[in-house]
């Protein structure tokens, strides 16, 4: 009789499904009493066997192969999908790799014309902008010597409007180059220099924001810049001389 | 977006629906046949247990149990189907209550099934039990469901999965305590009187 309230949870108990502590004070009764032991026992006993002897009926291979190939059509579809979307990710990855390409390459060039401007402005308002101060071009070209590793040839600017100022040694994206100095009607005119190799590519196009007029080229390895605040005209018209003459 | 549903739970990974249904299709044609009785009742009732299943598969519930879903399609299936109406309307239906819980005898059913060793004799019981109590004890113990589990199977609450295990098994023992034929003419009649395509 002490036992009634014991075997009435003994279902429960040998499922597994008793609360834990519950279960804990089971777990102890079962120990102290070998009524309800054997019972406990038995009830497991007979699971394990309901168990086995429940795992009765197997299905045909022809039946599963049915089964297999009713369904089989989802998968598909979501194999189908799985390559849209692993195309439409590599078409994203290259967009983007392109993108950031053009961007870094588009952020470089700007960033090189930005500099480009700040030497000239620098050079400008600085009370000494030059430091070979001649009109000769063949005093200011040899002046570079030994302080720039490129040679270059200046235009003879006879019957020309424009008058060489001078010139001074700068650095553009951590190389040396070569900035001189024109005027042409109270202008100046600044035409900078560089080794093409020390560049970022992609210079051809000239900036559309930037707020001078400006010519760019390449020409025998090296990158020339022409800048000034005076017209467009002036600039081409100097930009040429120095073609002439390279 | 589904998920890998396992035996008991819910884990992170994408799935398809073959990829979760097909792992289940020995249980669940094993659970079928033993509620028809029939091997092409059970193989018509597997078969359009997973035709509804993939078509619902976009209302199945994330976080839900796969499983218990699965089985619940196949027993509703079950109930609507000619023989499923017959084994409820010829069975009469259980009180839920609880009935007084007997103490094990010295010579019990079980121990004799065991000195028996005879599992025939068990498949013959649980081929004579109700539907209802059948399908319990299978799914507590063939298909290791948790009560929790069996709750969602059946759509009936825990108490109920609990009074009607525990009735299921005290039928089950005193069918099994009964004066037992030869095994082999006791197999022999039940087999007869049902539908086994073994």
Redesign the interface.
């Known amino acids: 009789m002490v036992c009634e309230s014991w075997k009435a949870k003994l279902d429960t108990y040998v499922d597994g499904e008793l609360p834990e502590q519950e279960m804990r004070a089971f777990d102890a009764h079962v120990r102290s009493c070998p009524a309800c032991s054997a019972d406990a026992l038995a009830r497991v006993q007979m699971k394990r066997t309901i168990q086995v002897a429940g795992k009765r009926f197997t299905p045909s291979a022809e039946f599963r192969n049915r089964i297999q190939k009713s369904i089989a059509s989802k998968p598909q579809r979501r194999f189908r999908l799985g390559w849209m979307l692993a195309a439409l990710a590599a078409v994203i990855l290259v967009v983007g790799t392109l993108t950031s390409a053009y961007l870094g390459s588009r952020s470089g060039r700007d960033q090189v014309f930005s500099e480009i401007a700040d030497l000239h402005v620098a050079a400008l308002a600085s009370p000494s902008p030059v430091d070979v101060i001649s009109t000769d071009r063949h005093t200011v070209k040899p002046w570079f010597q030994g302080k720039i590793p490129f040679a270059f040839n200046l235009p003879e600017l006879q019957n020309s409007d424009f008058s060489l100022v001078g010139g001074r040694m700068v650095y553009l994206e951590q190389a040396p180059g070569a900035h001189l100095i024109y005027d042409v009607r109270k202008h100046h005119i600044s035409v900078l220099v560089f080794q093409e190799r020390s560049l970022p590519a992609s210079l051809d196009r000239s900036p559309k924001k930037l707020p001078f007029n400006m010519e760019t080229w390449s020409q025998g390895g090296l990158r020339y810049f022409v800048i000034s605040d005076a017209s467009a005209a002036d600039i081409d018209r100097l930009a040429k001389l120095f073609k002439a003459a390279s | 977006m589904f998920y890998h549903v396992g035996v008991s739970g819910v884990d992170l990974q994408p799935a ?4 979760l ?2 792992p289940l ?2 249980q669940l ?2 659970f079928a ?2 509620l028809t009785q029939n ?1 092409e009742e ?2 018509d009732l ?2 359009e247990t ?2 509804k299943a ?1 078509k619902g ?1 976009s209302s199945f519930q994330l976080g839900t149990n796969f499983r218990a879903w699965m089985y619940r399609i196949l027993r509703n299936t079950f109930l609507t189907s000619r023989t499923g109406l017959k084994a409820t309307m010829t069975v009469p239906l259980d009180p839920e209550e ?1 009935g007084p ?1 007997l ?2 005898e010295h010579e ?4 004799l ?2 000195e028996r060793s005879n ?1 025939e004799l ?2 013959s019981a ?1 081929d004579e039990l109700p539907v209802h109590f059948r399908e319990i ?2 799914l ?3 298909e ?1 469901m ?2 929790q589990e069996i709750s969602e199977t059946l759509s009936v609450p825990i108490g109920t999965v ?1 009074s009607r ?2 009735r299921a ?1 005290k039928t ?2 005193d069918r099994l305590r009964r004066p037992q034929p030869q095994v082999g003419a006791a197999t022999a009649a039940i087999t007869k009187g049902t539908k086994h395509g ?1």
């Open positions: 398809s629906f073959e990829e249904a097909i299709f020995d044609y094993n046949h033993w091997r059970a193989e597997v078969q997973y035709a993939l598969f609880d819980e103490a094990v019990t059913p079980e121990t099934l065991f599992r068990l498949q649980i004890l299978l507590c113990e063939v290791e948790s009560y609990m295990l525990s098994r089950l023992r073994l």
